[in-house]
Nanobody
C-alpha cells in the first residue's frame, strides 16, 4: 500500500507559478513510477505528467510541455510538479498517482494508488 498526499495548490493569477508536492508514505516510493493528473469541472481526468522510478525519464501532455516540470526526491519520498506560465485552462483538481509496473503510460487506469487531490485555480 502507498498513501499519497498532495499539497501546494491555491489561487494564482494567469502567468503565475505554483509548485505542487506529493508526499508518499507506506511502501518505498522509489518502487513506483509517479504521475500527475488533473480534472476540471465537467471534464474527464486527464494526464499531465509522469516520471520514472528513479527520475531518469519524464513525459508530459502537450498542453503543459515547456511550462510544467516534474521531479522527484526519493530520499524524501516526494514528487513535485513545478508549474509556470499558468493559464486559466490549467484550473483543475490535481492528483498524484503511483504506478507499480513502471510502464510509460498516460492511462489513469494503469495507476494503482491515488491521492485526494489539490485545487489549482488560475484567474484571468
Amino acid at each position: 500500500q502507498v498513501q499519497l498526499a498532495e499539497s501546494g495548490g491555491g489561487l494564482v493569477q494567469a502567468g503565475g507559478s505554483l509548485r505542487l508536492s506529493c508526499a508518499a508514505s507506506g511502501r518505498t516510493a522509489s518502487r513506483y513510477a509517479m504521475g500527475w493528473f488533473r480534472q476540471a469541472p465537467g471534464k474527464e481526468r486527464e494526464f499531465v505528467s509522469a516520471i520514472s522510478r528513479i527520475g531518469d525519464s519524464t513525459w508530459y501532455a502537450a498542453s503543459v510541455s515547456g511550462r510544467f516540470t516534474i521531479s522527484r526526491d526519493n530520499t524524501k519520498n516526494i514528487v513535485y510538479l513545478e508549474m509556470i506560465s499558468l493559464k486559466p485552462e490549467d484550473t483543475a483538481v490535481y492528483y498524484c498517482a503511483a504506478q507499480f509496473s513502471g510502464t510509460k503510460t498516460s492511462d489513469p487506469d494503469e495507476y494503482d494508488y491515488w491521492g485526494q487531490g489539490t485545487q489549482v485555480t488560475v484567474s484571468s
